[in-house]
T-cell receptor, first 111, second 112 residues
Framework: LAKTTQPISMDSYEGQEVNITCSHN???????ITWYQQFPSQGPRFIIQ???TKVTNEVASLFIPADRKSSTLSLPRVSLSDTAVYYC????????????FGQGTTLQVKP | DAMVIQNPRYQVTQFGKPVTLSCSQT?????MYWYQQKSSQAPKLLFH???????NEADTPDNFQSRRPNTSFCFLDIRSPGLGDAAMYLC???????????FGPGTRLTVL
């Protein structure tokens, strides 16, 4: 399973755009890239998933370069309520495509 | 409407006393997972069921067992809880192994 590397923590201010980059050098051809958000004492919540290029939904964008060895989660105009841990996961391919969580990035949004 | 339900939300047990955590889903998903999450750590996959097929992670202790009597329900049994088993236990489901996982709110287990 592909290992992911993310910054342990990031700080931002309300209204700023936040970009969290994840490295996954050993990503397999059929692997998807998925990001989850987790608040304290809650289960992780799906944010976005992509395979290549760019994916955008109502809460975030996901940028994936052509070599797919990294990905960047972009959160536009963060608010205090976006303070959470963000996990980048790679996997989901084939019959053994389980998703394994890496360490995650703790995002602290300040007023 | 809740899609992945975990009961209870908080469970206290005594050292060595068996405990069962339950998970149910209304999504009719094929796959159900159990994760253990300790304080300030990432969720760690214990095992999963694909339909009735049980798949154990290599490093999951034998103390942890699971049952899935039907599509909707999955149970986590801890046969002899130790102090180190105190954690949040998360249940998740997905349509298939390549799908997005939907997580329940978790059960926080305290071992006295």
């Amino acid at each position: 399973l592909a290992k992911t590397t993310q910054p342990i923590s990031m700080d931002s201010y309300e209204g700023q755009e936040v970009n969290i980059t994840c490295s996954h050098n050993n990503i397999a051809t059929n692997d998807y890239i998925t990001w989850y958000q987790q608040f304290p004492s809650q289960g992780p919540r799906f944010i976005i998933q992509g395979y290549k290029t760019k994916v955008t939904n109502e809460v975030a964008s996901l940028f994936i370069p052509a070599d797919r060895k990294s990905s960047t989660l972009s959160l536009p105009r963060v608010s205090l309520s976006d303070t959470a841990v963000y996990y980048c996961l790679v996997g989901g391919s084939g019959n053994t495509g389980k998703l394994i969580f890496g360490q995650g990035t703790t995002l602290q949004v300040k007023p | 409407d809740a899609m992945v339900i975990q009961n209870p939300r908080y469970q206290v047990t005594q050292f060595g006393k068996p405990v069962t955590l339950s998970c149910s889903q209304t999504l009719n998903h094929n796959v159900m997972y159990w994760y253990q999450q300790k304080s300030s750590q990432a969720p760690k996959l214990l095992f999963h069921y694909y339909d009735k097929d049980f798949n154990n992670e290599a490093d999951t202790p034998d103390n942890f067992q699971s049952r899935r009597p039907n599509t909707s329900f999955c149970f986590l049994d801890i046969r002899s809880p130790g102090l180190g088993d105190a954690a949040m236990y998360l249940c998740a489901t997905s349509r298939d192994l390549a799908g997005v996982e939907f997580f329940g709110p978790g059960t926080r287990l305290t071992v006295l």
